[in-house]
């Protein structure tokens, strides 16, 4: 299970993406459900509920929860959900699915720390398009099934990849993306000489 975030993946410029840093993963073993694992895995802003909760037998649907945060990172510029602590953090969660309960997750009522916060009944909203203005409505589609409190709802990694999102919004060939970095740079940095800045100049 991994620690995703738009600053644990890398892409090259050939479109070869790439997961880094498992500071905060951990190994998960598919033959043993019942195995329990740490809850405080994952970056908090792309925490999955069931780990904010205190879930201890969670499984690879919390790395969908991080997936579906990193898709409107993209399209809005920032963040969804931006807690400063664990409780600010659902309550940024709340304000954009409403209040957690058995209609929206099945098995709210068995997480570790179930009762531990009183909810108002809060609303989830009404517009997917107003959270994330700039996305495609078959984004919006897939984003719904990414972004839901309830694990057993939330889509899988294989499900997602079967989304129309997948077929209809991907362009059929990729655009060229130049490295960040010329590294042309330091191999004239010994030869520039006073002429240094005017040579550095031009990359700028």
């Known amino acids: 299970l991994e620690d995703l975030k738009p600053d644990n993946i890398l892409i090259t410029s050939t479109g070869l993406l790439k997961i880094t840093d498992f500071g905060q993963c951990c190994i998960?073993?598919?033959?043993?459900?019942?195995?329990?694992?740490?809850?405080?895995?994952?970056?908090?802003?792309?925490?999955?509920?069931?780990?904010?909760?205190?879930?201890?037998t969670y499984d690879p649907k919390v790395d969908e929860w991080a997936c579906g945060c990193i898709f409107t990172e993209f399209y809005n510029g920032a963040?969804?959900?931006?807690?400063?602590?664990?409780?600010?953090?659902?309550?940024?969660?709340v304000s954009v699915l409403g209040s957690p309960c058995?209609?929206?997750?099945?098995?709210?009522?068995?997480?570790p720390d179930y009762g531990k916060i009183v909810f108002e009944?809060?609303?989830?909203?009404?517009?997917?398009?107003?959270?994330?203005?700039?996305?495609?409505?078959?984004?919006?589609?897939?984003?719904?099934?990414l972004v839901v409190y309830s694990a057993e709802e939330r889509y899988s990694a294989e499900a997602a990849l079967?989304?129309?999102?997948?077929?209809?919004?991907?362009?059929k060939q990729a655009p060229y993306v130049?490295?960040?970095?010329?590294?042309?740079i330091s191999q004239q940095m010994d030869s520039t000489g006073p002429d240094l800045d005017a040579s550095l100049a031009q990359y700028y």
């Not at 019942?34 to 879930?55: I, M």
């Not at 058995?102 to 997480?111: A, F, L, T, Y």
């Not at 517009?127 to 984004?139: H, Q």
Request: aromatic residues 12%; proline residues 9%; neutral net charge.
């Open 121 to 145: 009944d809060n609303k989830p909203v009404d517009n997917w398009k107003a959270v994330v203005p700039l996305a495609s409505e078959t984004c919006l589609s897939l984003l719904r099934k």
């Open 79 to 93: 963040p969804l959900f931006t807690g400063r602590n664990d409780i600010e953090q659902i309550g940024k969660l």
């Open 28 to 56: 998960y073993v598919s033959d043993d459900p019942s195995r329990n694992y740490d809850c405080q895995v994952a970056s908090r802003w792309y925490r999955a509920p069931e780990l904010l909760f205190g879930s201890t």
């Open 162 to 171: 079967h989304h129309e999102f997948f077929i209809v919004d991907i362009p």
């Open 102 to 111: 058995e209609r929206n997750w099945k098995s709210w009522n068995i997480m």
């Open 178 to 184: 130049p490295p960040p970095i010329s590294f042309r």
